[in-house]
């Protein structure tokens, strides 16, 4: 059973349209304005941030963990999102878990295609490291298509000899970019966010003329997921990407990878984004922050 005050959200959100029409200017916009409504955690101080080949913003909590960072990218198709709509998310998530969150506002597609986003990415991950955190004190964080950029970050690492973070948390990751799952069907009538026209859409926005099952954007397909460090997965079965993180999990369990998968029943496509009203996002929250002070000692 879902939450009363989830259920009387989600009822909501799916009669009304979540991304504006227009160009994607106007589309990105909308979706900034629309989310940013939406209330942030108190206690947390917003600031620019930028470094060779990235720009984004830190959010930080009072009381952070001293040497600890969360580097997190945000979710949006590839084609909208930004340190903006996501200020629900990354104030919460910074405030349940005690540590500074390094936010990066990646170029977007069409007019940025792979691998745009991947090098901005790469850029946050090798100016912390250059700014003296240890590579086990990082965490790489990030919901929808900035799941996928985590997991295309570490693996990206892994092979060009990089340290790799000392975790990751994904939550309703888009690792797949073919969007041919069973999910995408099966939760279709539950989802109000998204449909696999639009994700399909974007993913061919994204890539261009790369076939969308290229394993370095479509990471979960990647041949070899070994030596990656602790995974931690949030999945719902009511988000239509659901099939991609119990893949995951199948095949980094299998590759000796430790993987954690958590599943919500009833939630919708990143439902963190409502810890305002929803328990659920804040148990979530809770959760991430747990993992993440297990992990980064």
């Known amino acids: 059973m879902i939450s009363p005050e989830a259920k009387k959200l989600f009822e909501y959100l799916r009669s009304v349209e979540t991304l504006p029409p227009g160009t994607f200017q106007e589309q990105r916009a909308g979706f900034d304005e629309s989310i940013a ?95 003296g955190y240890a590579a086990d004190k990082i965490a790489v964080a990030g919901d929808s298509a900035g799941a996928n950029l985590a997991l295309s970050l570490m693996l990206r690492a892994r092979d060009e000899g990089l340290p790799l973070p000392g975790c990751a948390v994904m939550i309703s990751g888009w690792l797949d970019l073919r969007v041919t799952a069973d999910s995408i069907m099966r939760n279709a009538p539950a989802d109000p966010l998204m449909t696999g026209i639009m994700i399909r859409d974007m993913a061919k926005l994204y890539m261009g003329a790369i076939p969308l099952d290229d394993p370095r954007a479509s990471p979960v397909l990647a041949p070899d997921l070994s030596g990656l460090p602790p995974i931690y997965l949030q999945t719902s079965d009511a988000d239509i990407l659901e099939d991609d993180s119990h893949l995951l999990a199948a095949r980094g369990m299998a590759a000796g990878v430790d993987i954690t998968i958590d599943h919500w029943p009833g939630m919708i496509h990143v439902w963190h984004a409502f810890a305002h009203v929803i328990p659920e996002a804040r148990e979530a929250f809770d959760k991430i922050a747990a993992f993440l002070d297990a992990r980064l000692r």
């Open 37 to 131: 409504r939406v209330p942030s955690a108190e206690g947390v101080a917003i600031d620019p941030a930028s470094g060779p080949g990235f720009e984004g913003a830190w959010f930080r909590p009072e009381r952070a963990r001293k040497g600890v960072v969360v580097l997190y990218l945000h979710g949006g198709g590839f084609v909208v999102g930004s340190t903006v709509s996501h200020r629900p998310i990354l104030t919460n998530l910074a405030k349940a878990a005690g540590v500074d969150i390094l936010a990066v506002d990646y170029r977007m597609a069409p007019e940025h295609q792979y691998p745009a986003a991947l090098d901005d990415a790469m850029a946050g991950y090798r100016w912390l490291l250059g700014q």
